[in-house]
């Protein structure tokens, strides 16, 4: 059998997992925006966001979550961004610079919403 790869495309989709996948699209300034690569074991929302803070991105614009099962895909930046925040907040530490615009961009904090950051 051969397979022609004119029209052929990789899937990224894991081997028939009904599971959630969550990809970054990092900023490469002049080069562009990219998807970054990353192994399909490590698409859980948990190691993305831990991945971000561990500085794995260095210019995050956002993160699209997607279940092809499910059928659906949508932007989740703003969660990912408040997640983070809120685990900052938590550890009593500042946003890593690395991540600050990303979490200007995203995170719609209410102004009522008390901070744990001691000053």
Not at 55 to 61: E, I, K, L
Not at 70 to 91: G, K, T
Not at 92 to 107: C, G, K, N
């Amino acid at each position: 059998m051969e397979l022609r790869m004119g029209s052929w495309t990789p899937s990224i989709v894991p081997n028939g997992d009904d599971q959630n996948v969550y990809l970054v699209v990092n900023d490469f300034g002049q080069h562009g925006t990219a998807w970054c690569e990353t192994d399909v074991e490590e698409t859980d929302l948990e190691n993305v966001i831990t991945d971000l803070l561990d500085g794995q991105y260095n210019s995050p614009a956002r993160v699209v979550g997607f279940n092809v099962a499910e059928r659906w895909a949508r932007d989740v930046s703003e969660d990912v961004a408040e997640e983070i925040q809120r685990r900052c907040d938590l550890q009593r530490t500042d946003v890593p610079d690395f991540l600050q615009d990303f979490i200007d961009r995203h995170a719609s904090r209410d102004p009522r919403q008390l901070t744990l950051r001691l000053v």
